[in-house]
């Protein structure tokens, strides 16, 4: 009580200050219209309106997001230059970041087409440093770079469709909250640390309620990473769980801890818990029609998955898009949002493509292939994953 009075003494003769210091409906109220680090700043008031910005923190389930695109105005990539402004707008505390940009403005081999290449890559440890610092501490970011990038821009409406980016600049940083029926387990592996054990712990193996696998493969045409891939779907095939993902050009972040540079490994998201549910269709060769398109994307609606909480991922060969299309850009990114308006999408063009038809519907499996047919190439797959 004795921080409510120095509350008070501010405010003689107000019944106002009464009010924000002792109703606790009225304060929690209105600390649901702050973003989420300005409700931890104004938490240190006093020990109302810090059990009431705890309150408002757990209702806050909702999945966000910031993207970008276009050439930066900065020596950072123009995710990174948006970042600190946008993640003070979030109205969620991040558990789980998982992040994309193209490789081509990341990587340091094209650093900035306006910059000194005597400069230091966008691609360093000071820039993988400042995008820890952004998110609070114990935040699991997965940092990935790969040649092209589908986003649903940052604040959009329901009528803004997603956009599909095979070049320039873009990215976008999905921010996952802890939420109640949800596991959310980030994994990094390759050929020193992959283990029985380390796979266990990650959540991939010996666990009944795993229901969907995000996983990005790098370096795979290394000597060794074609069968460190296989093995490990191999592995995860016998699981009940929906596996969904591409392979990338590499990983920022978590940093490589075991590995050198140029190493394969796999990073990844195991989503566990009776809340999540996926579903998945594959895009294949021979779809090659915005109307072929929708028709497959469209049976994902039999799996009838909620669309509040659930977000659209696109993984593309990067032989597909506009080229694949007759020059039509954008087809099969405007061909979700037809069947699914107000879901969006994310994802990425990659050198590979993981997944596959995999739909469930009252318990009962409408369509699901065999761990061979989880590699593809110059095909799509689309997956919805919804989390409660």
Known sequence: MEENEDFNTCFPDSKAAYVLSNVAEVVERILNFLPTKSLLRIASVCRLWRNCARRVLRTQQHLTWVSACGPSNSEVHTLCSILAEEVEKVFLLPKTVLAMVDSEAFSGQAYCYRQS???????????????NLLFPKGCDIMGIATPGIVLTPSGSSSSTPPQEHQEGEAGFA???PKMEGVQIRPFHFCKKSISPAALKEAGLTDNPELRVVLMFVYEAYKPGGERFLNQLLELLGKSKALIAGGIVESVFSPPKTCCGQGAYGVVGLALSGPKVQGASVLL????????????????????KI???????FMFACVGRGQNYYNNQSNVEADAFHKVFPSMPLFGLFGNGEIGCDRIIKDDYTLCDADTDSLQHEYTTVMTLVHLG
């Open 117 to 131: 290449k005597a400069k230091k890559s966008r691609h360093s440890p000071d820039t993988v440093e400042e995008l």
């Open 174 to 176: 999905i921010m996952f």
């Open 284 to 303: 294949d060769q021979d779809v090659t029609s915005p109307k072929a398109a929708e028709a497959t994307i469209r049976r994902l609606k039999a799996a």
């Open 306 to 312: 909620p669309e509040r909480n659930t977000l659209g």
